[in-house]
Structures are given as C-alpha cells and as structure tokens.
C-alpha cells in the first residue's frame, strides 16, 4: 500500500512540474520593460514631386457631328453606246489617267455606217460643183434670152440647195464618226477604278454602267449640322475627324460647301470640308467622327504630362495642403500641349507631373 502511494505521488509530480515551469516562464515575459519591445514602425517621409500649374486658355469650341468620306469626284461611266464588249483594260483598285481607255465595244457596224457617210459627202460635194458650174451656164444663157426664166430659176433652185444637202451629209458622217468614238470608253478624269460592270462578251446598251472612278488624291468630307447650330458653320472654318480604320490619328480639312437651304424632312443643313489625301490613307465611304471648331472660350487647362487614366477615366492629381488629392476630370480638347478641363480643376491650383504611377491619393508631399 505505502509503495502504491509513492508510484503515485511521482506521476504526480511529472505533470505539475512543467506547468509550473510554463507558468514561471509567463511571468518573466510580462515583467520584461518596455525597452523590450518592438520599436513602432517610423512614418513615411513626404515626397517629393514637380508641379504645374493649371492655367486659363482659350479652348475651341467644338461641335461633334458625324459624316462620310466621298470622292473629290465621283462617276459611274456609262457605255454611251450599243454593242458588245470586246476589251476591258482596267480593274477595280487601277489608277487611270484622264483619256484613259477603260474598255473597248465592237463598233464595226458603226464604221460601216461612218464609211456610208464619208461617201454620201464626196457625192454631196460632186453635186454641188456640176450645180454651181450649171448655174454659171445658165447665167450665160438666160442673158442671151436662150431659156426660159422657168428653166432658169429651176437651175439657180439647185444650187442653192446643193451646199445644203452637203451639210447635211456631213452632219451624218459626223454622227458616224461620233458613234464610232463611243465605242472606245475612256476615264474622265485621272483617278481609282472602284467597280467594273462589264466583261467580255457582254451587251451593253448607251445607258449601261461601265466601271465607276473616284478621284482620291483629295476627299470631301460630308455631314449634316442641326438646325440649332446652322449660326456656327462658316466657310473655312477647321475640322478635324476620325476613322474606324485609325482611330489614333486625327484627319483636318476646312469647310468650303454649305448648302443653301435645311432639309425639311431631317432639319439639318448639309456641308461639306475638303480634306487632303496625298498619302491614300482615307478611302471613299468611310464613317467618320467629326469635330467642327465653332470658337473659342477660357477654360483651364493642365499639361497633357500631368493627366493619367484609370477606370477609363482622366485623372489628376492636384496638390492642396501638401497632400496629393486626386480628381476625376471632365476634358475638353487638347491645344499646344495642354488638355482644357470642363470640371476638375480651377485655375491657379497646382498639378504633379511625371513620375505619376509612383503616386497616391492622400499622399505627403514635398
């Protein structure tokens, strides 16, 4: 029973011990200074950042319309003639010269008929001079009292309509020769092929579409003005525009073509900008945005340096108190490097440029 008690005790003794150890090792932890303990971390020191300020400028004013390129020139070229088509020399995107034959019809019908009609004007011709050389005689022999005055005047009947039937046969050859001309379609004016109608072999009449030519080198740029806004369109005014195909490159022309009157049925007034096209970027028929230059007004601007896009929205970051605030800005057009702002921002504050990736909102500033 006594060695019982002592198994016991010692298991006893083999638990207690190290809570006892664990409990004193507590308490040496708690009592430690304050020295002790970790140092807090030290605050972030100011940066230090270059600034501009937002100065007033006189923004365009400007009116987004939307419009559509067409050629300086455009034409469908008919055949002008009846025949069947025998050659066709261009293609669709060929840049043809004024004169140029596009295509060629089968004329020899018209040949015979302008070779009938350079035969009935040598017969005219012929006509003409035994009429003129009868009436001489006859001038001879009516003073003689050797005709009659009926005789006479039936002779002097003939040659004066002998240079008339002349005319008329040289009218016919001339329509001879002009049909045969027609035969031969060449390009009005030096320009593309946008579309060819015809092959070889088909039939065409004088009204039948051949190719159709846009002249290219320079654009009309055509759309459609509110009545609202009629006032602010003025001849030379600038415009600038964008297209789908370069929606990162800015287009100009200036306004040459206002029509005279607003369309009853949509209540707008129909211009048109002539744009340059030296380098055959734009094509005939394309959309684009367009910006017309109305005026001007003062707005404030910030550099194009100091603007930074986040959620598709053009920030700033304005500093005030020596601290970096952050605004949303509501844009105008950019002039010589600086961006007008609707809403944002006013006149006389300051703005940080460069660097702006590296900055915050909120943040201490230099």
């Known amino acids: 029973m006594q060695l019982q008690q002592i198994?016991?005790?010692?298991?006893?003794?083999?638990?207690?011990?190290?809570?006892?150890?664990?409990?004193?090792?507590?308490?040496?932890?708690?009592s430690r200074p304050a020295s002790a303990k970790a140092e807090a971390t030290p605050a972030t020191p100011p940066v230090h950042v270059t600034t501009a300020d937002v100065l007033d400028t006189d923004a365009p004013v400007v009116l987004q319309l939307t419009g559509s390129l067409k050629g300086m020139k455009e034409a469908d070229l008919a055949a002008n003639a009846a025949g069947r088509v025998t050659h066709t020399?261009?293609?669709?995107?060929?840049?043809?010269?004024?004169?140029?034959?596009?295509?060629?019809?089968?004329?020899?019908?018209a040949a015979l008929s302008l070779k009938q009609a350079e035969v009935d004007v040598a017969t005219s011709k012929t006509q003409e001079d035994i009429n003129q050389?009868?009436?001489?005689?006859?001038?001879?022999?009516?003073?003689?009292?050797?005709?009659?005055?009926?005789?006479?005047?039936?002779?002097?009947?003939?040659?004066?309509?002998?240079?008339?039937?002349?005319?008329?046969?040289?009218?016919?050859?001339n329509i001879a020769a002009k049909n045969v001309g027609d035969g031969t379609i060449r390009a009005p004016f030096s320009g593309v092929i946008s579309?060819?109608?015809?092959?070889?072999?088909e039939y065409v009449q004088a009204a039948s579409k051949v190719v159709s030519i846009v002249q290219s080198t320079e654009l009309r740029l055509q759309f459609t003005v509110p009545e609202?806004?009629?006032?602010?369109?003025?001849?030379?005014?600038?415009?600038?525009?964008?297209v789908a195909a370069y929606p990162d490159k800015a287009f100009h022309?200036?306004?040459?073509?206002?029509?005279?009157?607003?369309?009853?049925?949509?209540?707008?007034?129909?211009?048109?900008?002539?744009?340059?096209?030296?380098?055959r970027l734009l094509r005939p028929g394309m959309f684009a945005d367009v910006s017309l230059m109305t005026g001007t007004r003062k707005l404030p601007s910030v550099p194009v340096a100091a603007v930074f896009e986040r959620q598709e929205k053009k920030r700033v970051y304005v500093v005030a108190d020596g601290r970096l605030e952050e605004r949303v800005l509501q844009c105008g057009p950019v002039t010589n490097g600086r961006l007008a702002v609707e809403n944002g921002v006013k006149s006389g504050e300051k703005v940080a440029v460069g660097n702006l990736t590296a900055l915050f909102n909120g943040e201490s500033v230099q």
């Open 228 to 242: 609202a806004n009629v006032a602010d369109v003025k001849t030379d005014a600038d415009v600038s525009f964008s």
């Open 195 to 201: 579309e060819r109608y015809v092959e070889v072999g």
């Open 89 to 109: 020399f261009v293609e669709r995107g060929d840049e043809v010269k004024a004169g140029t034959v596009v295509a060629q019809l089968d004329m020899s019908s």
């Open 133 to 173: 050389a009868d009436c001489v005689r006859f001038d001879r022999l009516i003073a003689k009292g050797a005709i009659s005055a009926l005789e006479y005047d039936q002779s002097v009947a003939k040659c004066k309509t002998a240079p008339l039937n002349l005319e008329l046969s040289q009218a016919r050859q």
């Open 253 to 279: 022309g200036k306004v040459r073509f206002v029509s005279g009157a607003v369309r009853a049925t949509t209540r707008d007034l129909v211009t048109e900008a002539v744009v340059g096209n030296a380098d």
């Open 7 to 30: 198994r016991s005790a010692g298991r006893l003794a083999v638990i207690v011990l190290p809570l006892v150890l664990g409990a004193a090792a507590l308490l040496s932890a708690c």
